[in-house]
């Protein structure tokens, strides 16, 4: 069985560069089905479910070639059909974008629903609600679901909660609609900004985004274009908390700092020491760490997505810290992994309590999603022994490299797929 072995590290040192946003990428693929003509998405990231869609694309005749290291151009002209199996669908939770990024062009849209990490509640009724509003109907089945609609008519949409998988889809949806469209109470992620840039760059006319409130003047062609996908915070997050667990001091670079705002100033008052320039990220361990108190929340707040990695970093912080994930309560399995590491942490009603500053010892342990496992990774380079990763398979859905790059800085970790494999490893550990 496939699994990630990490062994007691040194303190990491070094630089990496940050690959295209993961949660950025799958928004912008579907959006480049909005265009007449080729579009060119550049720094790519190579995982996994990136190779879903592609897949997901074969089905429906939509072209996305791989030219070269990071960028695919994607054509959608001669899409035969917009439906995507319900196998498919339940591999990534993203699979919905292709509704609003078909609808318009095509009138009818199958789709299986959503997969992807199992975090209980993600909730569609905010994109029923804002299609529906804009001509949409919706016919629901035992494993998939039917967006049909004659012709889409902007509208004036108020999103009961923030939430960006909405935000996205409609103003995808909205971008070729007759009239203007209105997003009120929008998310304000990067990912959503980066969508409307391409689509804005592809001749849609769309003001506000990064903003609560986004306008959206439906055209009735848009054009293909070349597109730099922004770099990913939530990897640059994880990489820099990296830094603290270990001792270390580590250098993200080709980033956008202010994507991190909430994050660094929680690593701040952790206790690293953060410098910044335009396109850099500096995190170094000062040797004091203060436990503190984190509330998840949706950008600009502390980001849900790096709540797992920053619950091994406060390990090594002496007292009792909190962490509230009110987006998903349920998104705390790490912590039971945790705590056969030793770790002293328990959770109620999507609260974490946890005692840090207590050592930690190797242990065979699950990522139960793709955060989880990198806290997980960062975990075993500080606890006594080996500790075994099983769910591979989760962290290669969002993480290119992240292997080689944690041992580019020094890091004692491999994947392995054997037990012949890890012995002959840990052989060349022990030399």
Known sequence: MKRIIVQPSPALRGAVRIPGSKNSTLSLIAAACLADEPVRLCDVPSIADIQIIEQIAEGMGLSIQRESAGQLLIDSREVRNAVIEPAKAAAFRTAYYFIGALLAKHGRVSVGYPGGDDFVSRPMDQHVKALTAMGARFTFHADHYVVEAASLEGADIYFDMITSGATMNVMMAAARAKGRTILRNAAR?????????????????????????????????LNGCTYNVIPDRLIAGAFLMAAGVTGGSVTVTDVIPEHLGSCLAKLTEIGLHIETTSSTISAEATGVYRATRVRTAMYPGFATDLQQPLTSLLLKAPGRSLISDRIYPHRFQHAAQLRRMGADIEVRSGVARLNGGKPLTGALVHASDIRAGI???????????????????????GYENMIEDFRSLGANIAVCQSDDEEQLWLASQAT
Do not use: F, K, W, Y
């Open 375 to 397: 806290g997980l990774m960062m975990a075993g380079m500080i606890a006594e022994g080996r500790t075994t990763i099983l769910g591979v398979h989760h962290i290669e859905r």
């Open 189 to 221: 992620d990067p990912e959503v900004v980066d969508t409307a840039n391409l689509l804005i760059q592809m001749g849609a006319r769309i003001r506000g985004a990064g903003t609560d409130m986004i306008v959206i003047d439906g055209v009735s062609h």
